[in-house]
Every structure is written in C-alpha cells, then in structure tokens.
C-alpha cells in the first residue's frame, strides 16, 4: 500500500483532493483552461455564436430534437422550473419517492400549491411498474415526477417501463430527473416519450454546479400555454424565446456557459454510448471490489452513476479518505447517514484514478476491521478491478 | 491615434475584449486564476471553511450585521427571491419604475400575484420623494421596490432618502435591487433601514455572473414567517439555515463561490470606501470627456457605476468598438435602443484600460462624424480625462 500525502500538504501543493462523489466530478484541464479565460459580454456576437453551438450539441446529449435551455442554477431550479411551467395550482402530481431526490419532487409540488400522490418505495430498490399504474386510472393527475438516477440510494429507476406505460395515459406528462443520469444510462426523450427532462453541469457534463439543462416535448410545451403556477426568473418560455436568439433572457452565467461549450466538444468526440459504456464499466468494477471483499451493495438495482455500499462506521472511513488520501466519496443521506458509502463513477476519471481510490477506501478498510480484510485481500479485489479496467 | 488590432486578431491571440459594460466586468487575474482551480466538493470541510470566511466578508460591503445569503442564479433570481419570501398572494407592493430594471419589479410582482402600484418615472430621472409619499398613505402597501442604480438610465436613485421617509411608515418594507450599485455607491442597509438588499456577482463583486446575494433585514424575516408565496429553490429561510452550517441548501455553485472568496479579499483590502471613490473618479473623467466633446449625458442624476451619453448612431459606433477595437461598452435597451451608449465604470479597470476605451471611442466619433470631432479635439479631451486620472 502506497502512502499517500495528508489533505493539508496536497492543498499547500495546491494540489485538490480527487473526486469520486457523484457531483461534483473532477475538472478536465481544458475545462479548467476555459474558465480561467478572460470576460466576454453575454450580448457579444462571439457569445452569441458560442451559444448557438452549444444548444445544437445538447439535443445530442438528450436525444431530442426540441430546444434543450441552459438555466443559470443548480438542479433543484430546473426541478422547480420543470413543475412551474406546466402546472397549475391544485393539479395533483404522482411522485414516486424513492430516496432524498424522490421526495424533493413532493417538496416542490407541495411549496407551489400542487397536491403530490406519493409512492413510496423502499430506499435502495426501483418503483413497481403495477404500484405506478394502480393510481393511473385518477384522471385528475397531471404528471408523473420520478428520479431516473436516485443519487442517494444509487439505485436506476426504470424510465424505459414507465414511459412506455405512460402512452396509455396520454393526458400525463412524464417529468424525470435525470441530474445524475444523463450520459451515464439509457435515456431517450424523445423515442421513449418523455415530456420534461433535466440535468445539471456537475454530474455527467463534467463542469463545475451552477448550470442546469431542460427539455420539453412538444405536449409539455402544450401544456405550458395554460399553466397558471407563479414563475419568472424560470419563465421557459421567455427563455426559450431568448435562446432561439443566442441569448439567455437574463445575464448570462459566460463563464460556465463556455466551459460547457468546451465539455460538450470533449463529450461528442467520446460519444454517448461510449460515455454510457465507460460508467457502466468502472460500475463493474466497483461492484466486484465490492463482492470480493464481502461488502453489500446497498441498492438491489444498482445505478451506473455511483455505487453505494454498506459499511462499518462510513463517516469515519469517509472523513479520513478526505483528511488523509485527499479522496472526496459521499456518505449516506438522511435515514442512510453513517450507513453507506457512494462512490461516483462520473467525470474523467482515470482508471488510474479509479484504482487509487479504491485501494485508500482498501487501505481504510483494513484500518478499520483487520479482524475483517488484509492487505493482500485488498490487493487481490485490486487485481479484479483492473482485469475490467483497460489500462488508461 | 493608435491603430488596433482587429478583434479576430485578438482572439486568435487569446486576447479577449476589454469590458466596459455596466457588467460583466473584466476579470483580475487572481481571479482568474481561482476559477481554473481543481474541483472541491461542497460539502468538504475545505470549502465549509471558505463560506464562513465569505459569510463575514459580505456583511461588511453589505454594511449589516444581517446574514448576506449566496443564491447560485444571476441577480434577477434574487429580486424574484426577495418578494416570493416576504409577501402574499394579492398583497400590495409600490414600485418605482424608471427604467428596463424598475419595470423588472412591476413584471416580477405580476408573475407572482401580487397587486403593483407603479410610479412611472422618465426615464433619466430620479424619482421625487414627494411622488412617493403621496402613495404611502394607502394602508395596503406591504413593500416599496426601487432600483439603487437603474443600470438602463445609468440614474441613481434616491435610497437614503427613500429610506428617511419609509421610516415614518413602519410597515412597509423597503426592497433595493442593488445590483449595479453595491459598492459603487453609498448604500448604508443597517444604517439607514433598508429591509432587502440584493446584489449579483458580475458588477461590483469583480465576478463572472451565477452568483446572486441577498440580505434581509430583522423586519423582512419577521414578514418572512408568514409570507404565503411559492418558493423552494430560493426559499430564504432553508438557505440561511444551510449558510449558518456553512452549507447552502443545494448543490453549491464551488468555482464561482471559491473566486467570491478571492474577489472579497481583494476588495476589502481596498476598502469599501476607496471603491465608491474610484468609481466616482472615473465618472467624473467620463462626464469630462463628454462635456468637452459636447456630448450629452443621458441622466438628470447620473450615477457612479456607469455613464450613458447620447449619440448618433449609437449602435453602429458600439458594434465598431466590439469589432475594431475589442471594446465592448453597451448600447441602449428598449425605447433607448440606438440612442445612447453606456460605458461602465466597474470592476478591475486600469487609468490605460479606460483611457484607450475613451481614445477609442472618440476615434469612432471623428470617424462618423468628422465635421464635429476631429482627431486634436479629441486629444485634448483625453488630456483632461488624464489630468483626473492619476496615472495607475
């Protein structure tokens, strides 16, 4: 086992700690070059121009042919966007809960006056099909609000099932949150038919929280002309108005937005479905560490964005992954607080990277339960790993 | 009159414009230089540590003891903030509209519910307080909404006086979008009693736009408690709880957060006061210029953060400054459009910075106008922006 630096002499070197939690994700240098750049005017024709691209490479990413908008805020705004633009007060909304993410879809609804009918599903497994179309045949739902990546269980919630569930009930508007699932699994707004659909720019496009994406299908937008819930600052269709121009209908956050211009050109040269297959893969790999070592997974349909992982004392393997290896992973969430480690599988990570997050979470493992793992156990789950890992 | 390079030519040199729009401004290179900084996660102990520091710094451009809360949207998410957290569905609010940002407050309050009073000011004016006290005996008046610097007019507005006479009408709420003003005009939130005060992240805080603060006074909470109003994504009360831990309530906008903490310190290390100063030096050196050449100032009550001046062919002189010259002041907005230019006064500008931008504008004069400007006429106007300027 390698030693590594302490948080604080890497930080001295100004050197920042490794990212594996599921958002925000490491920067690539040339992101990290575009942002340093100097200002450019939001009403500038290069700006103009560079909005333009971007917004023809997002259809790409969310596989539509609609306008995708770029809102200045983190996911939580465009969730809010996603309901206030197409509801009206008292509409009620099915939310399937499925974890901290499901139930921000009930706040939401709740905060701008809708009445949310919840389906509560247990933390770490994916929604019934049968449980969501019991509550179908209520005519007065509007739409149904899921989480296609529930990053606080790490668990895949099946869109493809709901959405082609949902043709039968053309009069419900399938809204998915797919802040952790865009470009990391199969999501297909438009083939599958899914009416709202948002992302946000720390997860799977590799840039720093303070962008957020939407898209509605052209029933959403049908549906937007008689919603009567307040909005301004996420006035959709002003800022679709804008956007059709090169502009944003308020100041644009520029450096952000260039920096995905740049995110967006290294994400077209991947490829979608390799950005899809590179998760999935560094998944597998987490998940056989995982089983060789006797660690449960937590979720029983696991994501391909992050893994989350059942341990002993997690915030304290977590706090010293930090302060000691410099090697930022999330903890458990809410109810799953100290009982779960996610470990994200976003961003350009190296496999180089990937190994050595692994073999600290292995060193700490050892630290902890000696009774439990060894070192040359570790080292045997780290040969596993990389049989799946390509060399990088 | 020196020539200069094209603006492709810069480009291709990686040299971009230099702004002198009343925002964005141009960014120091400390500042710069913390945005292409490697990723931190928002919930590290790093990154708690940096927005308690920020925490207390903008207490002190805010003048309160008040919490200042960092909002991840642009400033018009916050004056949207600031009525959906203090007012109720069909309450009655003043606003004083004299200009694109002043109609803002009307638009806002009728997105939201709300019953505007509008006092419709020329555009280029101040209001009278006189106007406004014939209003505030209308008991149904829950908050006067104003613009410190209407950044359409470039006009100040009379807040401390506003504010003496709000004091007799202890229950309603003054609202300040000080977005373009924070820092570049006095603006006393404590002193003076101003109940919300708003200002983003790309005027006087030196920064790209995405950011957005908000301070509410001791009152505004109070009114806050049963303010009926939608809000989740910027519910007011759920951020302060999540800033006093040194959180925000979602996702954190890190790299523009991070370069807040650079931008405060280089601030505060210049002192508030020398910062009203330097913005009112090189108003002064603007209004100069501008009376020397016989061009006329827009505004009856010009402000500090930028200067509007009456031309012809506003628009086309603007576009050859972007183009040509790589400057980018900005043109008129609505009924102002093609009628005035404005130049900013804000952010990190040099004595050089603002003379070429003055040199290169005049250049643009005598060029569309050469039976008015001549090259010697405005060489002597330059000298007596110099003789204001100390050299930098």
């Given at each position: 086992m390698n030693s590594f630096n302490s948080y604080n002499k890497r930080l001295k070197k100004n050197q920042s700690p490794l990212l594996l939690s599921p958002g925000p994700v490491i920067l690539a240098t040339p992101i990290k070059k575009s942002l340093s750049q100097d200002m450019w005017h939001h009403r500038s024709f290069l700006f103009k121009k560079a909005l333009r691209k971007i917004s023809s490479d997002l259809k790409i990413l969310f596989q539509t042919k609609q306008d995708v908008l770029i809102l200045a805020c983190t996911g939580t705004g465009a969730m809010e966007a996603s309901l206030s633009n197409i509801l009206s007060p008292k509409e009620e909304v099915l939310c399937v809960s499925a974890g901290k993410f499901g139930e921000r879809w009930k706040e939401i609804a709740l905060a701008f006056n809708l009445k949310p009918i919840v389906i509560e599903v247990p933390w770490g497994q994916a929604v019934s099909i049968k449980e969501i179309e019991k509550h179908l045949?209520?005519?007065?739902?509007k739409a149904l609000l899921i989480t296609a990546c529930e990053t606080s269980t790490a668990t895949e919630q099946p869109i493809k099932e709901v959405a082609k569930l949902l043709k039968n009930y053309p009069d419900i508007l399938l809204v998915v949150?797919?802040?952790?699932g865009l470009g990391a699994m199969e999501l297909k707004m438009d083939k599958w038919g899914i009416d709202v659909m948002i992302a946000g720019s720390?997860?799977?496009?590799?840039l720093p929280a303070g962008l957020a994406f939407i898209c509605l299908s052209q029933k959403a937008w049908k549906k937007n002309l008689s919603s009567k819930l307040p909005k301004y600052y996420f006035d959709l269709n002003k800022e679709r108005q804008a956007q059709q121009k090169?502009?944003?209908?308020?100041?644009?956050s520029v450096s952000l937005i260039r920096a995905l211009s740049v995110s967006l050109k290294l994400l077209k040269k991947k490829g979608l479905k390799n950005l899809i297959i590179r998760t999935e893969t560094l998944k597998k790999a987490c998940h056989i560490f995982c089983k060789f070592l006797g660690l449960e997974l937590f979720?029983?349909?696991?994501?391909?964005s992050l893994t989350a992982l059942k341990v002993f004392s997690a915030d304290s393997i977590k706090k010293n992954l930090e302060r000691k290896h410099g090697i930022f992973i999330a903890g458990g969430q809410g109810q799953l607080k100290n009982k779960i480690l996610r470990i994200g599988h976003l961003g350009p990570l190296t496999n180089k990277d990937f190994i050595r997050a692994l073999k600290a979470l292995g060193f700490e493992l050892v630290k902890q339960k000696p009774d439990l793992f060894t070192k040359t156990k570790i080292k045997m789950a780290l040969k596993k790993v990389e049989d799946i890992l390509k060399p990088s």
């Open positions: 045949n209520n005519k007065n739902i949150d797919a802040i952790t720390q997860k799977t496009f590799w090169g502009e944003t209908a308020f100041s644009s979720s029983s349909k696991p994501a391909n």
